[in-house]
């Protein structure tokens, strides 16, 4: 499957008017290789790994497969993952059939806020929100896989 997103810093926390949903994540990466990421996801009471190929020219798509996995399962690949995990609260914010997803990072990553929506084409048009800033699509620095690198404890 392709996944097509944007990506946009969060300004300040009126997106927490509008959330429907609110559930705590823990996350870490088997691979953060540049080509491919594979990543061990806790989200609530499920669990996921995902393998996620090198983005497109534009930073919007890239192929993501997904599986659900045992809790039991992914804690145990947890321990096995590179070194670093990301924590973070992510809020869903409805808009009409498409939605936002906002994390709220913590740990050593705390006061980054970051929000995506997910289109069905690059050039799909959707509300943008007050509360989104600068637009990050595409930049490597707001990776998940290359964050936790910043969210290791030294």
């Not at 039991?72 to 321990?79: G, I, P, S, T, W």
């Not at 869903?92 to 906002?102: G, K, S």
């Not at 989104?132 to 998940?144: C, F, I």
Request: charged share 35%; with cysteine.
């Amino acid at each position: 499957m392709i996944e097509i997103e944007r990506k946009f810093l969060v300004e300040n926390e009126d997106y927490k008017k509008l959330a429907v949903k609110k559930t705590y994540f823990v996350q870490a990466y088997l691979n953060t290789h540049p080509e491919r990421t594979t990543r061990i996801r806790i989200a609530g009471d499920k669990a996921f790994i995902t393998i996620k190929g090198k983005s497109s020219a534009s930073g919007l798509s890239r192929f993501e497969w997904e599986k659900e996995i045992p809790v039991e399962d992914a804690k145990e690949l947890l321990e096995l993952c590179e070194p670093g995990a990301i924590e973070k609260y992510r809020y869903i914010i409805p808009l009409e059939e498409l939605f936002y997803e906002v994390d709220e990072f913590l740990g050593n990553l705390k006061g980054l806020t970051i929000a995506e929506i997910e289109l069905k084409k690059e050039d799909d048009s959707f509300k943008k929100f007050d509360w989104l800033g600068k637009e990050v699509t595409g930049d490597p620095d707001y990776y998940n896989s290359n964050l936790i690198k910043r969210s290791i404890k030294i």
